[in-house]
């Protein structure tokens, strides 16, 4: 059964701790055997999506950081970040789970949407907002969800008055919303269960972006 080993959390505090190369060689194959039993986690979850969604790749993003362009030249993430990716075109919105010390968290959403399939999505938003306000307004979804955490512009972005009464939607760049869990509850047997609900939660959101993303403003398919 795929499970969350309950020596993760203390590996990766031990491995933000001494975050060097010559710490890491050392331990390797300790990490490896730790990074199988998250790739079994990431395929459970994988395998839940599947009965009511369709993932096209599952991605385990590796432990090396890219330092080239950054002021922290630490060579290693000190969390595991899996990313699960829908069919496209027809499917849209991504699937993400952060294990992390503290910070285990899944998200889903449009964390960079191109500039086409944002264009799209505001000038939506510009005509009408009460399908994206009723899906992600209901109870349900906030009880799992919250709002959205994404990014935006201060103002209007450009082409869009900043009058518009929508423009608090209208504004973001990025549609993201966010589910944390406590260490007990990742190293829990059932884990891989409740982030596949946890997930299964935003699929009306997603069902709606999809329609838009597949569609022009008179709704015919652009597919």
């Known amino acids: 059964m795929a499970q969350v080993p309950k020596h993760t959390f203390s590996f990766l505090r031990s491995l933000k701790k001494n975050n060097n190369r010559e710490w890491f060689k050392a331990h390797k194959p300790e990490f490896k055997a730790l990074e199988a039993d998250i790739k079994m986690v990431a395929e459970a979850v994988t395998t839940g999506l599947n009965q009511a969604d369709r993932i096209e790749k599952t991605k385990l993003f590796r432990v090396y950081r890219d330092v080239r362009f950054s002021k922290d030249k630490t060579p290693y993430k000190s969390h595991f970040a899996i990313a699960f990716h829908r069919e496209k075109p027809?499917?849209?919105?991504?699937?993400?789970l952060h294990i992390s010390p503290g910070d285990s968290f899944v998200a889903g959403g449009f964390w960079n949407p191109n500039k086409e399939d944002l264009f799209r999505i505001r000038k939506e938003l510009e005509v009408d907002a009460e399908e994206y306000k009723r899906v992600v307004e209901t109870a349900a979804f906030k009880a799992v969800w919250g709002s959205n955490v994404g990014e935006g512009v201060k103002t209007a972005p450009k082409?869009?008055?900043?009058?518009?009464?929508?423009?608090?939607?209208?504004?973001?760049k990025q549609h993201l919303f966010s589910h944390s869990f406590t260490d007990k509850e990742v190293l829990e047997v059932d884990f891989p269960d409740k982030v596949v609900r946890t997930f299964q939660a935003i699929r009306p959101f997603f069902d709606y972006m999809s329609n838009v993303l597949t569609t022009d403003l008179n709704g015919e398919s652009i597919l």
């Not at 082409?159 to 973001?172: A, M, Q, T, V």
């Open 159 to 172: 082409g869009f008055s900043k009058e518009h009464p929508n423009i608090d939607l209208i504004r973001f």
């Open 90 to 96: 027809h499917l849209r919105g991504g699937y993400y």
